[in-house]
C-alpha cells in the first residue's frame, strides 16, 4: 500500500497493468467470452498484496455481439451510452474484445481532466 505523496514505480505501474490484463483475459477465455464495458481506475481494487482486482460487473455483456440491424446497433448503442464508462466511442463497443484493451491502455494513461 502507498502512503499519501507516494507513488508507484514504473515496475509496479507494469505488475499492475499485467493483471487488470490477466483479469480481463480471463473473461474473454470463458466458455462464453465475456466484455467488461466499465473498466475504469475506479473500478479496480488492489490488495493488501498489491493485487489488482477487477469489480463492477454490472455492465458486463458477452464480448460477442451479433447486430442484424439498424434498430439492434441502434439499441446496443444506446444501452451502452447509459451503461458504460466512455474512453472511446461508443461504436467501438462493437469491436468485440478489442474494446477492452483499449480501456486498458487509458487505465495506464489517464487523462489529466
Do not use: Y
Amino acid at each position: 500500500m502507498l502512503n499519501s505523496g507516494e507513488s508507484f514505480s514504473e515496475i509496479d505501474l507494469l505488475r499492475l497493468f499485467r493483471g487488470i490484463c490477466l483479469g480481463v483475459n480471463h473473461l474473454h477465455t470463458l466458455q462464453i467470452p465475456l466484455s467488461h464495458r466499465d473498466l475504469k481506475l475506479d473500478n479496480v481494487l488492489l490488495s493488501a498484496e498489491n493485487v489488482p482486482v477487477i469489480m463492477d460487473f454490472g455492465s458486463t455483456r458477452p464480448a460477442r455481439v451479433e447486430i442484424t440491424s439498424r434498430k439492434e446497433a441502434l439499441e446496443l448503442q444506446e444501452w451502452a451510452s447509459i451503461h458504460c464508462t466512455m474512453f472511446v466511442p461508443v461504436c467501438t463497443v462493437l469491436i468485440e474484445t478489442l474494446v477492452s484493451i483499449v480501456l486498458q491502455s487509458c487505465l495506464m494513461f489517464p487523462a489529466n481532466v
